[in-house]
């Protein structure tokens, strides 16, 4: 069993070499950007087929929810196109592809949890165009797996735990949010 990671540099990216490095069953080739670029079809199909894993699992995105509204073509170039060039290059070998997505492509107006087959409807250009590769995923390559998770954290990188836990060393009370409800996920 081969698995290849795209995007080995994020939070989800390092937890998963994490595990990977402590087991011996698998082996797995983890690429940052600099060495496969997911926007790069090209690249990406090189790789693939020289490496031709049976799972190829995406951990790379733009994950800038705000600055996304400014920058929606660099969103969607890396958040659809990226993983429609991965999820082609899987199907061209039969490989699985796992695709992370997120909460946001719901509008965060129910009161209850999302399940999978709730009605998608984001509010912002990150949902948007984290939704639109969820559908490329699934068009290119019937055997995927599309997780969407929320509120990501883990030992690497910053998140909203990270966060809490600094400012609670140093603060009395913290002024945060309470009009906003999350599951927060360990990236591991
Ligand atoms: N963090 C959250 O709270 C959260 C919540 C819900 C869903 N998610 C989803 O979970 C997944 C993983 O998120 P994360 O928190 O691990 O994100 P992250 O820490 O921001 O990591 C994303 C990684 O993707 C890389 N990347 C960006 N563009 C790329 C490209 N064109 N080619 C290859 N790699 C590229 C980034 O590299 P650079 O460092 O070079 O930019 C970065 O290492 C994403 O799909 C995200 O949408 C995250």
């Known amino acids: 069993m081969k698995i290849l990671i795209a995007g080995k540099n994020g939070q989800v990216g390092r937890c998963l070499v994490d595990l990977l490095e402590a087991q011996t069953e698998l082996t797995f080739l983890a690429l940052g950007r600099e060495e496969l670029d997911i926007t790069d079809e090209i690249q990406v199909d090189k790789i693939v087929s020289e490496f031709q894993p049976n799972i190829i699992i995406n951990a790379a995105a733009y994950t800038a929810v705000d600055k996304a509204e400014q920058e929606c073509d660099l969103a969607n170039t890396i958040n659809r196109d990226g993983p429609c060039n991965l999820a082609h290059a899987a199907n061209k070998i039969n490989a699985v592809i796992i695709h992370i997505s997120t909460d946001y492509v719901f509008d965060g107006v129910s009161t209850e949890s999302y399940t999978e087959s709730d009605v998608t409807a984001p509010q912002g250009e990150y949902g948007r165009s984290k939704l639109a590769g969820e559908q490329a995923v699934a068009q290119a390559c019937p055997k995927h797996i599309i997780l969407r998770t929320a509120w990501v954290f883990g030992e690497h990188g910053n998140n ?8 609670a060393k140093t603060r009395e009370s913290l002024g945060v949010v309470a009009d906003q409800f999350g599951g927060p996920t360990y990236a591991g």
């Open 160 to 167: 909203f735990v990270k966060t809490m836990l600094r400012l």
